[in-house]
């Protein structure tokens, strides 16, 4: 396995775009980098977009924790695939000059990023020193102690959505 697993929403061009307001209208925070964030609970704010794309992350999660593993069936690989749960989730916006700086999500099982806008020109994700570049509409996860980090934006209108889930057995 590379440092992260990719899937493609298949209606990301519909979807998008209202992702893409929904999070323009709900920043509140600055993070270190200059980037503009929503609040770590967008899942949970019952935004009808929102949770469209939360129930098909929720739905990748198990197949993404069997390959993490490397399981030769699903009860093969020694923990409940169904034992991960979304904590947070936020939104990003990146404008020219803006970034993330270098981090990572330790004690959380696994992290996601959700590409809602790579204008032409955005800044590549930097995945355990590794530059990916993914366009809107795809997903990745990691594991969440990889340390990534976003380069200054030389351009306006890079959104993404980031969460991140913790393994949670005998819940």
């Not at 351009?155 to 819940?171: M, S, T, W």
Request: proline share 5%; hydrophobic share 35%.
């Amino acid at each position: 396995m590379s440092n992260f697993l990719s899937f493609d929403y298949p209606y990301s061009s519909t979807l998008n775009p209202r992702l893409y307001k929904i999070i323009k209208e709900n920043l509140i925070d600055t993070g270190k980098g200059g980037a503009h964030l929503t609040d770590y609970f967008l899942h949970k704010k019952n935004i009808k977009d929102v949770d469209v794309l939360m129930e098909w992350i929720k739905n990748l999660i198990p197949q993404v924790a069997y390959d993490i593993a490397k399981g030769d069936e699903y009860n093969g690989v020694g923990f409940d695939i169904n034992a991960f749960t979304i904590q947070e989730s936020w939104g990003i916006h990146y404008n020219e000059g803006e970034s993330v700086i270098k981090h990572n999500h330790f004690p959380y099982t696994l992290a996601f990023c959700y590409y809602v806008n790579t204008p032409k020109g955005s800044s590549p994700t930097i995945l355990g020193g590794k530059r990916i570049n993914p366009p809107a509409g795809q997903l990745i996860f990691f594991q969440g102690h990889i340390y990534h980090e976003v380069l200054k934006s030389k351009v306006d209108g890079r959104c993404v959505i980031a969460g991140l889930i913790l393994y949670e057995p005998n819940k």
